[in-house]
Every structure is written in structure tokens, then in C-alpha cells.
């Protein structure tokens, strides 16, 4: 049983930056033993999207929309992945989703992850 654990959510006004966290627990020895970590989110009324991962050899991914205002990283001492996001807009508002060990789909031309966290709410206000 492998969980996923977010925190660092919250409220914040426009242009504020919030961090957050996961963190792995379970029957794995280190968030690290995965292919790759990242995170997800959905707003209301929208799909999920990805935001960015982070594979096992530290090559980084992010949704096109967001290069330059997050930042995904990890800290092996910590057994921990982060999410950095800075000027955060009020259309950042969202559940934001650690995700664990993707593969992918052939038939979507995507990749799909295996692990899910329980989400953590980021709302910005305008």
C-alpha cells in the first residue's frame, strides 16, 4: 500500500507564491523509487492537467502555460517532492494532486500515473 501525501495548500492573493509538499508513505522505501513524481490539478468544471513531474533522474516536465512560474524540485534527505509556485493568478485556483509511477497510454499519447494523493486546495484571490 503506497499513500501520497500533499500539504502546503491554501489561500493566497494574486501574485503570492505557495509551496507544496509530498510525501510518500506505505510499502516503499523512498518517493524516489518511482519512474517520477509530479503533480496534477483540477479546477471546477475542468479535466484534471498536469502541472509538472520529475523523473527518478531529475529531468523535469511542465505544462507550457506554467514554465516560468513553477518550479518543481525534489530533496532526497527529505524523501520529499515539491511544488514552488510564484505569481500565482487567480485561475491557479485548483486541487492540486501528487502524483507517483507513470506510464504511458498508446492509445492517448499520454502519460497516465498510478499513484494519486488526496489533493490539497490552493485558492488565489483577486
Known amino acids: 500500500q503506497v499513500q501520497l501525501v500533499e500539504s502546503g495548500g491554501g489561500l493566497v492573493q494574486a501574485g503570492g507564491s505557495l509551496r507544496l509538499s509530498c510525501a510518500a508513505s506505505?510499502?516503499?522505501?523512498?518517493?524516489?523509487?518511482?519512474?517520477?513524481v509530479g503533480w496534477y490539478r483540477q479546477a471546477p468544471g475542468n479535466e484534471r492537467e498536469m502541472v509538472a513531474d520529475?523523473?527518478?533522474?531529475?529531468?523535469?516536465n511542465y505544462a507550457d502555460s506554467l514554465k516560468g512560474r513553477f518550479t518543481i524540485s525534489r530533496d532526497n534527505a527529505k524523501n520529499t517532492v515539491y511544488l514552488q509556485m510564484n505569481n500565482l493568478k487567480p485561475e491557479d485556483t485548483a486541487v492540486y494532486y501528487c502524483?507517483?509511477?507513470?506510464?504511458?497510454?498508446?492509445?492517448?499519447?499520454?502519460?497516465?500515473?498510478?499513484?494519486w494523493g488526496q489533493g490539497t486546495q490552493v485558492t488565489v484571490s483577486s
Open positions: 520529475i523523473t527518478s533522474g531529475g529531468d523535469t
Open positions: 502524483v507517483a509511477e507513470r506510464r504511458w497510454n498508446i492509445l492517448i499519447h499520454r502519460y497516465e500515473y498510478d499513484y
Open positions: 506505505g510499502s516503499i522505501f523512498s518517493i524516489f523509487s518511482f519512474n517520477a
